[in-house]
């Protein structure tokens, strides 16, 4: 019998004596000495197997969970949500097979849950993130880019039941819009760092009051939010003091004044903002930078 380890390589348990064949009582040791993820194909070979893992007394020590990229269906996530309750960070990445049933039921089993990466998910609609929002209001990481399907109404509710987000990241959300970033920078003031690339419905309201609210923000990446205006820049300028990093790549409404608005400003403590080709700046560059003394990098 062939699997896929977790490291991505075949596996191939003996011929002779294949893992199912092996008497009950010897299941729980075997699974004990396997990888997390070997022990899992494993058991949906035998309903034995299945109940050894279960009774596993390792199985409640198990607080990480990656599964990105192994593209798992509804009923291999649901089972893993059953058997490791105590989990606080599960990555999902690339999975898109999976539903909304799948993650509401991680979220109903798993309701300690601070981390979630569900990038590229792309059946997944609102209902999902409602359940994650409702069922685990510990959330402080998650990341949601390419999830295509998903509305304004996810990134409210998410932003009123888990107000101790740090990290945000909706790259690629078509149709998200000020309204729901609005409600994410009043809910979460604690947030650190914001992903919003290709999200290009936004406008400087939304920047403005990220900029307002949410005062320890670090990092922020507005790439190719092609309605974003000198206006965005300024409010950052004027409030993000302890920002390390802002990328604007590709915001073609963004005028050359904008390098004056932070030298007037005084955002000496940025250690990076990233412009693009849209920028063909010559003494001014040079003349900004050394009075900033940041690096700018061109995309």
């Known amino acids: 019998m062939n ?8 596996a191939t348990t003996t011929p ?7 008497p009950p009582p010897f299941h729980r040791c075997v699974l004990e000495f396997l990888p997390l993820f070997d022990a899992l194909v494993m058991t949906r070979v035998s309903v034995n197997l299945k109940k050894s893992l279960e009774a596993a007394r390792w199985k409640d020590s198990i607080i990480s969970l990656g599964l990105n990229e192994f593209n798992f269906d509804n009923a291999f996530v649901i089972a893993a949500a059953s058997w490791f309750n105590r989990l606080i960070s599960v990555d999902l990445r690339w999975c898109d097979k999976l539903t909304d049933m799948a993650v509401t ?11 979630v990466n569900l990038d590229w998910c792309e059946n997944l609609t609102d209902g999902a993130l409602v359940a994650l929002a409702e069922q685990c ?20 509710v998410l932003a009123e039941h888990c107000s101790g987000l740090t990290s945000v990241s909706l790259n690629g959300y078509e149709g998200l819009s000020d309204f729901a970033v609005v409600a994410l920078a009043e809910h979460c003031s604690g947030l650190t760092s914001v992903n919003l690339i290709y999200c290009e419905d936004l406008t400087d309201v939304a920047v403005v009051a990220l900029a307002e609210h949410c005062c320890g923000l670090t990092s922020v990446d507005l790439s190719y939010c092609t309605s974003l205006t000198d206006g965005a820049v300024m409010a ?18 963004l005028s050359a004044a904008l390098r004056k608005y932070c030298c007037g400003l005084g955002v000496t403590s ?10 063909e700046f010559e003494e001014e560059e040079d003349l900004i930078s050394d009075v900033l003394q940041l690096e700018f990098i061109g995309y």
């Open 3 to 10: 699997h896929i380890s977790k490291f991505g390589k075949i």
């Open 16 to 22: 002779e004596v294949p893992l199912f064949r092996i």
């Open 105 to 115: 039921t991680l979220a109903q089993n798993c309701p300690g849950l601070t981390s």
């Open 137 to 156: 209001p510990g959330l402080t990481s998650v990341s949601l880019n390419g999830c295509e399907n998903l509305t304004d109404i996810a990134v409210v």
């Open 236 to 253: 950052l300028a004027e409030h993000r003091l302890g920002l390390a990093s802002i990328n604007f790549s590709g915001c073609k409404n």
């Open 270 to 279: 940025v250690d990076q903002i990233y412009l693009n080709e849209y920028y």
